[in-house]
């Protein structure tokens, strides 16, 4: 995603009366409320979260100018319908990341909210950054104590609210564990929310008790279990699995039943067509200390993955005869050792050379080999050319990646798995010293 930009006064005050002139478009076609989404990493919430908001504004620094925006569109939406037209809130319980919105911020705003006289508060948590409303398991003899993520933060808030009720969403999965918490007056309310997109019948067959245990799909990635974890990884899984459930709402869109068993595959090329590439672009924040060992982690990580999975593999294949235009061989010099160092990559040939991208930029053992020593050799099909390497940290690193792509279909893919292991990638230019 772009780099993100402070909005202007004006673009706030048009924003707060979007929200309003929406509102009032739903009463008028008929419904009797409208729920602000205030968690999740979206627009107000980046706003809640001191990690997105760095204002020096009235709309930034403390709790109470961070939620400003929040409260100026309940007003604005009151102001637009009747009096007796619903407006709801759906807040996080915390972002689950450090320096973000914290629990005692969330119980600051929910008192206000109850001051406001919304008339629901939702509870959930996390982000897609940190996706803690994907499963967040607690070990508990209680059904509703295993399944539901927040019911533990939303005890802590219900003398807040007075008559306003509660509602929690977020990890239900049987109708046992939904009846504990209402009857234990933790909530007032249960939300189910990925279940419905794959059984749009489910409410009713809850309530007539036809069903008991809720169907969950979770997208996940083939990767070894101690990768499962790394914050990259849980951030795509998150993206993914929002975007396969999104793609059985336009089904049931569409007049069609869901498609279950729609592979992955398929949710990321709708990705990119309905988002654009942008959509798999890392979010560009201010670069700090803690950002810059983060980045050091997953070159660590995905240094790992390559030394002992994608390369051995890659090498293993060209012995054995099977080989892809994709994927090549590149031979630079040990800066330390002075032997050849022979390295798979990805490549693009043209007459008078060739063009790679080093994902991790000069930290790459062989980008540093180059920076000694910048004679390579480069694999051209079964012949290897010699060439001179030469960094080219002006290239648009995501357009050469595309340009790698053998079909126009296969371009998304190819500049989605490039910056899914980048860290900070810079294009490689060989040209053809024979």
Known sequence: MPAPRALTEDEIGDIVARFAATAELVE?????GVQIHAAHGYLISQFLSPLSNLRTDRWGGDIENRARILFDIIAAIRTAVRPAFGVGVKINSADFQRGGFTEHESRAVITRLAEAGVDLIEISGGSYESPAMMGRPVASNSSSQREAYFLDYTRTVRDLVGDIPLA???GF????GMSEALASDTCDVVGVGRPAAIAPQLAQSLLDDSTDTLERRAVKLPVPRRLAHVSTVKSLEGLLDLQWHTDQLHELGAGRTPD??????????TIVQRNGLGALKPTQRRVTASSSKRGARKFAVERLVGKYIANPTVLALNRIGLSTSYATDLSTTGRRSGTERVVPVAASFDQTGAWIISQHGLKAGWARNISADPRVRIRQGQRWRSGIAEFRPEDDVSTRAAGFATSRLAAPL???????????????RITFTE
């Open 28 to 32: 008028l076609a008929g419904f009797d």
């Open 168 to 170: 929690v969403t977020g």
């Open 173 to 176: 999965r049987t109708r046992t």
């Open 260 to 269: 279950v068993s729609r592979p992955t595959w398929r949710t990321l090329a």
């Open 414 to 428: 190819i500049v989605s798995g490039f910056r899914a292991l980048q860290t900070d990638p810079i294009s490689v």
